[in-house]
Structure formats: C-alpha cells, structure tokens
C-alpha cells in the first residue's frame, strides 16, 4: 500500500516534475506546505510504514504480522482522512470505471 501512498503524494504535487527520488518525509513536508494550514495526517505511521516496505522490499526482511496489520489499518485511515478533508470526497467512492467512455456518443 505504500506505493499507492507514495503515488497518491506524488499526483497531488502538481508541477513537481524531478525525476530524482526523495525520501518520503520530504514528499510529505511539500504535500504540507501546498494544502497549508492543514497537513497530512498520520505522518510517522507512514514514515514507518514506508520503513517497513522499503526493508521488506530492498533487504528482504519480513515484517511482523502484526505490524503489517496495524500499517494496513493505518493505510485505510490515511486515505479515509485525506480523500476526505483535502479533496472533499469520499475515497471508497472514487472509481476509474467514471473516466471511461460508456460508449453513447
């Protein structure tokens, strides 16, 4: 869940074109200074999130079970709150099927 995190981020910096990865609090800091005064919610809960796959990911280490489902937890709520209070919608309603042609032109 945390590339959708990281690509959520990433599509609401409009005009941030750096092809150069950067870490995650620097995403989030730059996330925050664009919705200012309201900031991310969550932010060392997605930074540890963000830990725990980049081990899992590059290293190989397995995360606990439990951990993994508290992160997962903690995923749901991000997208909940943020959907919510930066784009006034309700994430579970979002749906590309919206975007596609229903063919009745």
Not at 19 to 37: C, F, T
Not at 52 to 72: I, M, W
């Amino acid at each position: 869940m945390t590339n959708e995190i990281n690509g959520f981020e990433r599509c609401y910096m409009v005009g941030e074109q750096s092809q150069e990865r950067q870490p995650l609090e620097q995403y989030v800091d730059k996330i925050d200074e664009r919705i200012a005064p309201e900031k991310l919610p969550f932010r060392p809960k997605l930074i540890q999130l963000n830990k725990v796959r980049v081990n899992a990911k590059h290293y190989g280490v397995r995360p606990d079970s439990n951990e993994v489902k508290s992160l997962v937890l903690v995923a749901r709520e991000f997208f909940d709150e943020v959907a919510q209070t930066v784009f006034k919608v309700d994430f579970w309603t979002v749906s590309l099927l919206s975007l596609l042609d229903d063919g009745r032109n």
